[in-house]
């Protein structure tokens, strides 16, 4: 089993940063793929950022490229989001995810509001 905690969310003004955090716990050897994904109110959950703890490779979705950052630390088992310039639209519960051998794993989630 692998354990999920995020850190990082809160109130933010249109044009503003976060910084999420997620750590993993437990099982973290032979995690393939940690990344984050949102859900805003009405929505279905789709990908934000996502990358392979083995080379680095990353992808994101094309409404937060230019945007958002993903990057991990794998001694930590730890994968960071950096948000900037975020918009009203960003809003939702970003949830944090890790593949390992096949199976998903998901975080609590932890909420971004960006209003004014």
């Known amino acids: 089993q692998v354990h999920l905690v995020e850190s990082g969310g809160g109130l933010v003004q249109p044009g503003g940063s976060l910084r999420l955090t997620c750590a993993a716990s437990?099982?973290?050897?032979?995690?393939?793929?940690m990344g984050w994904y949102r859900q805003a109110p009405g929505k279905q959950r789709e990908l934000v950022a996502i990358?392979?703890?083995?080379?680095?490779?990353?992808n994101y979705a094309d409404s937060v490229k230019g945007r958002f950052t993903i990057s991990g630390d794998n001694a930590e088992n730890t994968v960071y989001l950096q948000m900037n310039s975020l918009k009203p639209e960003d809003t939702a519960i970003y949830y944090c995810?890790?593949?390992?051998?096949?199976?998903?794993?998901w975080g609590q989630g932890t909420q971004v509001t960006v209003s004014s």
């Open positions: 437990g099982s973290t050897f032979s995690i393939n793929a």
């Open positions: 995810y890790a593949q390992r051998i096949y199976t998903d794993y």
């Open positions: 990358m392979s703890t083995s080379g680095g490779r990353t």
